[in-house]
């Protein structure tokens, strides 16, 4: 058996409050302690995964991704950061799989995707997630699942001498993964924090619309760098409230190596301490009148 892991599909594609059939609820509600009203669960669909070669030059062929149709059915999405609380976890409800005509994947199979949709319980609790979800924010989910076989795209063993990544035949050698075991939780990818450099070179090697997918990631970047941005400035703020000392730009220097996470981490831990640090200011305030005094009785002698 073996491990199919971090595969970044394009992720979350549609968020809806509404429009919710009986049937969904029904498929919904098999999931739930409670039947459930469309009013008081939050759905949304994304793609799991699709029969092209990923990253590590291996692929679901369509075979595949119709096991995994059905092993993905009821698992759970999680959010993968530290921002949301651990316990929210979204629920694949149903599953498809969705051809796009007109568009090839290796092997000559027509382009097929795996999409999923899932539900979140409108709660106190679900509240940021769903509207991280319905931002847009979280644009990217990573699936991961286990196969009994993986075989070679040429000859299909799984131990030869073809080497993936070269071409044979004007097709490129690949893996194909075969016999899903298992499909595993999956999480969200949240498109500030963790740009993954891999998806650019799976775009690159698929060389297919390679443009628009460096613009995406152009905007993403330039996302990213006001987000930075931002956390920087939250850190700058806090840091002079607790520790006015510090010259701004040593602390501007000493954040710069920091990763976004940390980045944030410290704004949040800098809030907290200015915010203990704040009720201290009127204490302050007899204390420097009493100094004042003192000057004056100098002064008086
Ligand atoms: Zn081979």
Redesign the pocket.
Known sequence: MRMQEGYVAEGIREAWEQGLTAADMEKINRYTRRAFGPEEVFAFSMVLCDNRVDRDGERFPVESLQKLRELFLGKTCIFGHQQVGANQAARIFDTALEEEPGQEAEGGETLTRLIARAYLPRTKGTEEMIALIDSGMLKEVSVSCAVARRV?S??E?EQ?G?VPGEELNGQAIHRLLLEPTDAYECSFVAVPAQKGAGVVKRYARQGEGLKKAWQALEQEAQWGRKYRESLTEKVLKYSALVQPELPREVMKSAVRGLSMEELDMMGRTYEKLAQKALPLRPQLAPERARVREDENKAFQI
């Open positions: 070679c040429v000859c063993q030869c073809h």
